[in-house]
């Protein structure tokens, strides 16, 4: 069996098409279109490429883009005194603080200072927690593209038993729990986990999220399973993920690439999440 390829950038374009429908349908009515801060304290190279296509992905479906650029040397009273300034700020939708911030700086009192209207990232522990009482909320990006992904298989989510590979706060814990939210019945998976191989084995949908170079191998996999590689791992100037897609892709039934699956699509998401605030503000 050769698994049929889950296409991230087909099906996030599809979605941005969407939001670009629904701005232009506000700012014809005369409103003003959405906007996004973004954050980025210090020049982490990465960091500077997510900014810079989160720029790019904005500015295509006439979303304002407002950078907000800090040395990082930068004190954490100073980056706490912007953040209440653009929570303040009714021109602003959405806030986001792109992670990871130079090592002085306490990531967690930074992220709980953003308004939890505006936190298009969900991760606001009042939106963790609605997310958790699956309650209206903002939901965090790459879990929520994940979901997506699954349901674009027309497979149906309901009583499929889902092993996540990963628990930490951004992919695997909310992932896990958007998927029970949909009737998964869900083993999260860790690095002190024993007879991993046997539990993976198990499942119906394999989502990797450990940051482990070609982990999953295709002894892991059951036959048909569906196969989420979320893994961004740089390899030798070229970019892998979590899983051995050319053996896996010929036990899975369907599984999506790296780069072309779950990237594209947290990108996507999170420009639904900057219309959804923008939207909740109204
Ligand atoms: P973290 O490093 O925060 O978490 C990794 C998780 O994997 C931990 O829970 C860890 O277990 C577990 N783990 C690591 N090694 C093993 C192992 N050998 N066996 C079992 N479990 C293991 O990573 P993130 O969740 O932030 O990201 C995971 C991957 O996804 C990374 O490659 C990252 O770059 C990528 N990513 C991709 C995104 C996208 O848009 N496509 C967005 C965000 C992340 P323990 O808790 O015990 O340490």
Do not use: W
């Not at 209207?117 to 958790?132: A, E, M, S, T, Y």
């Not at 036990?251 to 639904?272: E, K």
Request: a positive charge; charged letters at 25%.
């Amino acid at each position: 069996m050769t698994a049929e390829i889950i296409d991230g950038r087909a099906i996030s374009k599809e979605i941005r098409e969407g939001v670009k429908e629904e701005i232009a349908g506000f700012v014809r009515s005369g409103l003003r279109p959405p906007a996004l801060a973004v954050i980025l304290v210090g020049s982490d190279p990465a960091s500077q490429v997510y900014v810079r296509n989160k720029k790019k992905a904005c500015h295509k479906l006439g979303i304002t883009s407002i950078e907000h650029l800090l040395d990082a040397a930068v004190s954490e009273k100073e980056l706490l005194a912007l953040i209440g300034k653009l929570n303040k700020d009714p021109n602003v939708d959405g806030i986001l603080v792109q992670l990871p911030l130079p090592g002085k700086l306490h990531e967690a009192s930074i992220l709980d200072h953003v308004d939890p209207r505006k936190d298009v990232d969900g991760f606001h522990p009042i939106n963790v927690g609605r997310l958790v009482a699956n309650t209206e909320g903002l939901r965090p990006c790459t879990p929520a593209g994940i979901v997506e992904l699954l349901k674009r298989t027309g497979e149906g989510l309901v009583g499929k038993k889902v092993i996540v590979l990963g628990r930490s706060n951004i992919v695997g814990k909310p992932t896990a729990t958007m998927l029970l939210h949909e009737s998964c019945t869900v083993t999260v998976c860790h690095s002190k986990t024993r007879g991993l191989k046997d539990i993976c084995l198990r499942g119906d949908i394999l989502v990797a999220a450990l940051g482990q170079p070609r982990f999953v191998t295709a002894d892991m996999v059951k036959e048909g399973a569906i196969v989420v590689d979320v893994g961004i791992n740089r390899r030798e100037e070229r970019i892998c993920g979590d899983v051995d897609f050319d053996n896996v892709k010929e036990v899975a039934g369907y599984i999506t690439p790296v780069p072309g699956g779950v990237g594209p699509m947290t990108i996507g998401m999170l420009m639904v999440n900057t219309l959804k605030a923008y939207k909740m503000a109204r």
